[in-house]
Nanobody, 115 residues
Framework: QVQLVESGGGLVQAGGSLRLSCAAS????????MGWYRQAPGKQRELVAT???????NYADSVKGRFTISRDNAKNTVYLQMNTLKPEDTAVYYC?????????WGQGTQVTVSS
């Protein structure tokens, strides 16, 4: 099992910044891809960004140029730096880890962007 704990969400004005963190614990060996997803009220969960253990990052078109995903393997932590936030970025953000053909999810952290 892999446990994921997110932190860093909150309320911010449009144009502001937040940094989300996700700490992984448990059977973290062989985690290949980690990422962030989000779900706004009444909408399906969608990919925000992913980062593999080796290779290039991937971003949703809606966040390219504004969000940056990074990974500290020594701390088993993945980060999402969110800049120039927009009201449409308001959602619950979930951390994801993919390991041995299974997906693991954190409990989610709320991000609210006011206009």
């Amino acid at each position: 099992q892999v446990q994921l704990v997110e932190s860093g969400g909150g309320l911010v004005q449009a144009g502001g910044s937040l940094r989300l963190s996700c700490a992984a614990s448990g059977n973290i060996f062989s985690i290949d891809v980690m990422g962030w997803y989000r779900q706004a009220p009444g909408k399906q969960r969608e990919l925000v960004a992913t980062i593999p253990s080796g290779g290039s990052t991937n971003y949703a078109d809606s966040v390219k140029g504004r969000f940056t995903i990074s990974r500290d393997n020594a701390k088993n932590t993945v980060y999402l730096q969110m800049n120039t936030l927009k009201p449409e970025d308001t959602a619950v953000y979930y951390c994801n880890a993919h390991r041995l053909l299974r997906n693991y999810w954190g409990q989610g952290t709320q991000v609210t962007v006011s206009s």
